[in-house]
C-alpha cells in the first residue's frame, strides 16, 4: 500500500565501489556527473569530520515522524547509509543522540536527513557522518505513516536503494548503480589532471591560455583598455 510500505533492497552496488569512490572528492565526482546531480546547499555535515560512502537504504518520513527510520535502523546492514526523505521540514528533529548511537552500533556508515536533526553538541563532536538541513530541539512523533526501500528525491536528486551515496564538506551526491563504472573512471582521470594541474601551478607553467579563447568566444575583447 501506498505510503505504507517497507520493501526489501533488490540491488547494492558493489563494496569494491564504495571503496574506490570514498578516495575522491564529491565535487570531482560531481563535475563528471555534469553539475547536474545535487541534494541541494541545505544538506550540511553535522559532524566534526570523516567521508561517507556507502549504499543507500532509503527512508520516505511523514515530515516530523521517524517511525520508519526507527525501522530502517533495525533492517540495516554494516556500511549502509540511512538515506531519508523528511520533506525538508525543519520543524522537528527526525534522530539525535539516541538513534545515532544506535546506528553505530549497528554498523551503519551514517544519516542523511533531508529534515532536522537534534543533540547537534554530540553528533558535532563526533566523527560519524550525519548530514541534515537544520537543527531543533523539538523532537519527532512515532506514528507513521512512511515507506522504507522506495525510490525517494531530495532536491531533485533520486536516490534508489542500493545507489552510492557519497558526502563530504561539500554536500552529498549520490551514484546510481548504473552509472558507477563509467563515473568512476571519469572522476579517476578528472583528479589525475587536477593533480597535473597543481604541479603545473608550483613549477609556474600553468596554462592560462584557454580564458582569452573563452573570452573571444562569447563576444569579449581580452585587452584591457
Known amino acids: 500500500m501506498i505510503g505504507l510500505q517497507i520493501l526489501a533492497r533488490r540491488q547494492c552496488i558493489a563494496a569494491s565501489h564504495v571503496e574506490a569512490f570514498r578516495a575522491i572528492p564529491v565535487a570531482n565526482v560531481s563535475d563528471c556527473m555534469a553539475r547536474m546531480t545535487a541534494a541541494g546547499p541545505r544538506l550540511r555535515p553535522m559532524h566534526k569530520g570523516g567521508k561517507l560512502a556507502g549504499p543507500a537504504l532509503t527512508v520516505k518520513a511523514r515530515p516530523g515522524d521517524n517511525l520508519m527510520i526507527h525501522k530502517a535502523l533495525d533492517m540495516a546492514v554494516p556500511g549502509d547509509v540511512i538515506v531519508v526523505d523528511g520533506g525538508g521540514d525543519l520543524t522537528t528533529a527526525l534522530i539525535g543522540e539516541l538513534m545515532t548511537t ?124
Open 102 to 225: 544506535y546506528a553505530i552500533s549497528r554498523g551503519v556508515a551514517g544519516f542523511v536527513i533531508n529534515g532536522a536533526i537534534r543533540d547537534l553538541d554530540v553528533i558535532s563532536g563526533g566523527n560519524f557522518p550525519v548530514y541534515a538541513a537544520g537543527v531543533t530541539h523539538r523532537g519527532p512523533y512515532k506514528d507513521g505513516p512512511g515507506e522504507v526501500n522506495v525510490p525517494i528525491a531530495i532536491d531533485g536528486m533520486v536516490i534508489h536503494p542500493g545507489d552510492l551515496v557519497l558526502g563530504d564538506a561539500d554536500g552529498v551526491l549520490c551514484v546510481p548503480v548504473a552509472d558507477a563504472e563509467a563515473v568512476l573512471a571519469a572522476a579517476r582521470a578528472k583528479v589525475a589532471a587536477e593533480v597535473k594541474t597543481i604541479q603545473d601551478i608550483a613549477a609556474g607553467q600553468l596554462d592560462t591560455s584557454w580564458v582569452e579563447a573563452a573570452l573571444k568566444r562569447i563576444g569579449c575583447d581580452p585587452t584591457p583598455r
